[in-house]
């Protein structure tokens, strides 16, 4: 029974993997997508008014140029993304099939997951405060952990900041007695009403339909964070003030969980 229940428990993890990929990558390549085609209408556009008019003012041809190059680099930024996010993927993947967790520092895993966001956070003017002590060691699955935060911080942009500018993301970390850590994300974005926070793990739950939300990011976070790390999530909001996400992880995971 006790193998079963690892098999469905690694099937559940696998699941959610599956269905993070998809979500996670839907925004970036959606967003090359639709302007891969806008550029290809620019190009048309000048082809056609360099053949109507026998060529083209100076003035024209700059602005043209101008709209190229935001649009190339708005496919520059969104693949950067894509790619990252396959990286530390794979990771997860890595992790979950060895099975092998390995002894890392939280606040390296958690430097190089905001690296990943450090375009979009420029982008927001969104500044973040860390406090993390270097001497947080886990024995566990980093990838997905890093999974985990990444949702997390992810979810404080578009939810909680909402293409507003000047938001602040405090992230801190403490030890709690000799097995556990208890980890938060508080963001002052702009919160959620009690109906949103009680539906927020549900699958499929967005208040984004439409404008890229899956409603998965929470559903995958409650999977990773109770069946493969093991820990607990809670999480507070208060409408027009913020919200605030509490992890208690173990620091290590028992060995009678990993060997089956
Ligand atoms: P998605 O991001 O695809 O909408 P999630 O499961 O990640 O799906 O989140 C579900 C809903 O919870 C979001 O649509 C949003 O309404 C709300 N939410 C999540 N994180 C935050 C946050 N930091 N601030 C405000 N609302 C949030």
Partial sequence: AQTN???????????????????????????????????????????????????????????????????????????TRAADLITSFKQVAVDQAS???????????????????????????????????????FDSYPGSLSQVLSNLIGNALLHGFDGRDDGTLWISARREGPDLAVLQLRDNGVGMTDVVLHKIFDPFFTTKMGQGGSGLGMNI????VTSVLKGTIRVESVPAEGTSVTLVLPLWLKEDVLQA
């Fill in 5 to 79: 229940l690892q098999t469905s428990e690694k099937m559940a993890s696998l699941g959610a993997l599956v269905a993070g990929v998809a979500h996670e990558l839907n925004t970036p390549i959606g967003n090359s997508l639709l302007t891969a085609s806008a550029l290809g209408d620019m190009v048309r556009d000048f082809e056609r008014r360099l053949k109507e008019d026998g060529g083209l003012k100076r003035s024209a041809l700059e602005s043209h140029l101008g709209d190229a190059r935001k649009a190339c680099d708005i496919m520059t930024s969104s693949l």
């Fill in 99 to 137: 099975g092998q967790r390995r002894r890392f520092r939280l606040d390296e895993v958690l430097h190089d997951t905001l690296a990943t966001y450090a375009a979009q956070l420029r982008r927001a003017s969104c500044s973040v405060t860390v406090d993390v002590p270097a001497d947080l060691v």
């Fill in 221 to 224: 976070v409650y999977n990773i």
